[in-house]
């Protein structure tokens, strides 16, 4: 009875050791998809900050004369900022008219170390139709942000 005893508590210890070995295993790999509350970080490193619209652009990439109303031949320019760091996202401009009918649509790929803003445009040489047009960015597929506007 006791060599039994002694065969149960050697065997639970040995696979408490184990189990404990293998938890501790396993927080060291997840440490880092996880925050320090023990929550699960969010999976994207990057996102959409802001897009903002205008006639024109800056050398670094920023909107000059901001709007959301556009004469028939203006160049309409969209600044994407982004916020994080990948070695490879997408930034997709998809241009929309009134009833969703696609004027053009546009992917770059990107590869930021922090904070950086993407450019994309549409004109058209007789120029653009009177209406509303949204402008929907995506990054890496999904739909982050909608801009309206109107050329009048």
């Known amino acids: ?80 900022r982004t916020t994080g760091s990948s070695n490879s996202a997408t930034i997709t401009a998809r241009w929309t008219f009134e009833d969703g009918q696609l004027v053009d649509e546009r992917t770059e790929t990107i590869s930021p170390t922090g904070e950086a803003n993407t450019v994309f445009f549409i004109a058209q040489p007789s120029g653009l139709p009177k209406g509303k047009y949204t402008l929907t960015v995506l990054l890496n597929g999904a739909e982050a942000q909608k801009k309206e506007f109107e050329v009048k």
């Open 1 to 80: 009875m006791m060599r039994n005893l002694s065969s149960r508590l050697l065997t639970g210890a040995c696979v408490a050791l184990a189990l404990t070995t293998f938890a501790c295993k396993d927080r060291t790999e997840d440490a880092a998809t996880t925050t320090s509350g023990g929550a699960v970080a969010d999976a994207p490193a990057i996102e959409i900050a802001e897009v903002d619209l205008g006639k024109g652009i800056q050398t670094d990439k920023t909107i000059r004369d901001e709007t959301d109303d556009f004469a028939q031949r203006d160049s309409v320019y969209a600044s994407v």
